[in-house]
């Protein structure tokens, strides 16, 4: 696949704090990749630094072939939606979304019909003649992202662009948002928090730990087959127990955990300090291929399926359940088992 934009040995300290550490990424034309990871783990500074708003110490980035390592923001092709969405306040909302196109002094109909087509994506058609002011904090934000649509330009970052959305709006729009991206052909790059958002929007997401990237998966992949502890814990519920492994074969590993052992595919050395996962969809409450025992902490009912918790040996564990059937009461003591095939097996050292 010849990259689109590509990120190559991308390092930036802040003095003596490394932010990033040798970021790899390359994207296709079109793809949408999301970056997700916890407070200060670099996503802005990596996005500000394919914007050009942030010089790297190391590393290369190249658009569509073209390197644009030392090009100035404005002469990149790349379109940035911030949360703090700097609109003009003297300008009306058509005035807004058309500032981009003007200053590349584009014919007038040519931008009333972009300026007309990106509010109407965003619901604001209505809107286009009010001040900005007169706008609630989301209606801005919708502004913001249909002047950054308006210019179509050949990468868009979105840094939480739709964080400040109610719910109900935030699913609209990125269904809406995913759709017009494959219409003009944009290649983006997304930051949010929102690991439900990040799995519903991305053809990839790279999931960031310590200014580096621990895996970078579609997002079926990420889910099913973390790459790392980190991975594991930070996408999706899973059960997690520390173990040591005791025992292994061309099958995998044994491991001794406090609450009895469990087989695990993955083989790693005897004595290696290991976690033990799976997902709460794959526990059933019978005896299993990995059998376990606990104590029913709580019950949930949630329409199409239920949720036990249960407490095995201090560590709390969740089974998702489909369906109608009949519940243990808290309190009460369970086995509870899972395939051997769905259990994951990380270094210990992983998870930190
Ligand atoms: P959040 O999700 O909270 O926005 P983030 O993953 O986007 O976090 P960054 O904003 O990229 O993280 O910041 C990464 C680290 O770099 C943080 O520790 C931050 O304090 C630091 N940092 C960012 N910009 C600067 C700067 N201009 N000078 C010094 N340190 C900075």
Known sequence: MAAHLSV????????????????????????????????????????????????????????????ITRLPPYRRNVGVVFQNYALFPHLDVAGNVAFGLKLRKRPKAEID??????????????????????LSGGQQQRVALARAIAVEPSVI???????????????????????LLRQIGATAVFVTHDQEEALTMSDRVAVMH???????????????????AFALSFVGQSLRLPGTVVDADGDGS??????????????????????????????RLAEGE??????????????????????????????????????PDPGTPVSFGWPVAETLLFPAEEAA
């Open 8 to 67: 190559r040995g991308v390092s930036k300290r802040f003095g003596a704090t490394p932010v990033l550490t040798d970021i790899d990424l390359r994207m296709a034309r079109g793809e949408l990749v999301t970056l997700l990871g916890p407070s200060g783990c670099g996503k802005t500074t990596l996005l500000r630094v394919i914007a050009g708003l942030t010089q790297p110490d190391s590393g290369v980035l190249e658009l569509a072939g073209r390197d």
């Open 210 to 228: 310590r200014g580096r990237i621990d895996q970078l998966a579609d997002p079926r992949t990420l889910y099913d087959r973390p790459a790392t």
């Open 113 to 134: 019909a972009s300026v007309k087509r990106a509010l109407e994506l965003v619901h604001l058609g209505a809107l286009a003649d009010r001040p900005v002011r007169a």
């Open 157 to 179: 970052l979105f840094d939480e662009a739709l964080s400040a959305l109610d719910r109900k709006l935030r699913e609209t729009m990125q269904g809406e948002l995913r759709r």
């Open 290 to 327: 990995n059998t376990l025992h606990g104590t029913v902490t709580g019950v949930t009912f949630q329409g199409s399926r239920s949720v036990v918790e249960i407490d095995a040996g201090g560590a709390v564990l969740m089974a998702e359940l489909p369906g109608r059937q009949a519940l």
């Open 254 to 283: 044994m491991v001794e955990t406090a609450v009895g052992q469990v087989r695990a595919p993955r083989r790693f050395l005897p004595g290696s300090p290991v976690i033990v996962a799976t997902r709460p969809e794959h526990v």
